[in-house]
């Protein structure tokens, strides 16, 4: 898998560097990415990171766009600076002029979403439930304190979880 998404990072490079007639470092690619990304630029790392099963779900278009994409925005914030905006006119620059591509922002690919475990809370006006996640629940755990909004009373947990 990652040998085709390697050789297209370095394809898109060797485009810009004819483009731009100067050489560019090569990025670290990485395939630890989860979530609804499907690939991030860390500009000042100099790194690529891949979300390995939207690539294999979408390989071509991966491969042809999201690639693409992460690249440019490395090739214009070395072209110009840290201060230009992620999808500005520079970036939209690299993927029409260099890689004859939209400047597309986001992705449309379809993403499953894992069920996750929420924390059932309430106040004392009983309004309402406030559905936790693991991670607040386990604040609360540490001593953090959640208020409501309503009646600023203190956020106590049911001992109810659900899923969603």
């Not at 085709?4 to 560097?17: D, G």
């Not at 470092?25 to 989860?34: M, N």
Request: aromatic content about 12%.
């Amino acid at each position: 898998m990652p040998e085709r998404l390697n050789a297209r990072v370095e394809a898109c490079y060797q485009l810009a560097e004819t483009f731009f007639n100067q050489r560019f470092e090569r990025p670290q690619v990485s395939f630890k990415l989860r979530g609804q990304k499907a690939g991030v630029a860390h500009l000042n790392e100099n790194l690529l990171r891949f979300n390995p099963q939207l690539y294999r779900e979408n390989s071509e278009h991966f491969l042809q766009q999201t690639v693409a994409h992460e690249v440019a925005h490395l090739i214009a914030h070395r072209l110009f600076g840290p201060h230009i905006q992620p999808h500005g006119e520079e970036w939209q620059l690299i993927m029409r002029g260099v890689y004859d591509l939209p400047p597309e922002r986001c992705h449309s690919y379809a993403i499953e979403r894992r069920p996750r475990t929420r924390y059932v809370y309430r106040c004392r006006c009983d309004e309402r439930d406030f559905a936790f996640t693991a991670q607040r629940h386990a604040l609360v755990g540490k001593g953090r304190r959640y208020f409501c909004r309503s009646c600023k009373g203190t956020l106590v947990f049911t001992g109810q979880q659900r899923v969603e």
